[in-house]
């Protein structure tokens, strides 16, 4: 079964159930998720209050190919000193919830993941975006869309890391794309 999630031109935002075509448009996005949510069954947990002005709200975790779960003693020293601001979670792996400050979210996560490395000796390697392919707000520098964009540049750096690139293989190939 899957849930669908589509915002259109209007503002309004498109639900649909594919198990059963059950749909609903709503100007509400958060309605939307709730009613379609009940469709299908599934407990509905309403979105945590919005974060103060100049923070921002994200997971980072440490994704492994390798088997490793939450109370792997490399994260002892983790678990028990976070970041301020961040709550060691287990999601079958070790994770963070954080609410950290920061200019944009890119800001915030570089911070964050800088901290934990040279506090900890771990890099963080993702935002735990399962569906990268979705974009809802790209006009954002910091919603769901800025998190696909984190997410993908941790992960593209650990995952290179494993076949041998290293940073300057990385800044050339974003340099030879021209972004400014």
Not at 13 to 21: D, L, M, S, V, Y
Not at 164 to 180: P, Q
Request: glycine content about 10%; overall charge negative; some cysteine.
């Amino acid at each position: 079964m899957g849930l669908h999630f589509h915002r259109n031109p209007d503002g309004t935002t498109t639900g649909r159930n594919e198990a059963n075509g059950f749909a609903v448009t709503h100007a509400d996005e958060e309605e939307v998720e709730r009613q379609l949510y009940e469709d299908a069954g599934w407990e509905y947990t309403p979105p945590p209050p919005p974060v103060p002005s100049g923070f921002h709200r994200f997971s980072l975790v440490h994704d492994e190919f390798r088997a490793s779960g939450f109370g792997d003693e490399r994260y002892a020293g983790l678990r028990a000193r976070p970041p301020e601001g961040c709550v060691p979670v287990d999601w079958g792996c070790f994770a963070l919830e954080c609410v950290r400050p920061g200019k944009t979210l890119m800001d915030a996560v570089a911070g964050t993941v800088a901290e934990v490395r040279q506090e900890h000796g771990l890099v963080m390697n993702s935002l735990g975006v399962e569906k990268p392919q979705e974009w809802f707000d790209a006009d954002s520098k910091d919603g769901h869309a800025a998190k696909i964009v984190a997410h993908l540049v941790l992960t593209a750096a650990a995952r290179a890391r494993l076949l041998g690139y290293g940073r300057k293989d990385l800044v050339r190939l974003l340099d030879a794309t021209g972004i400014e």
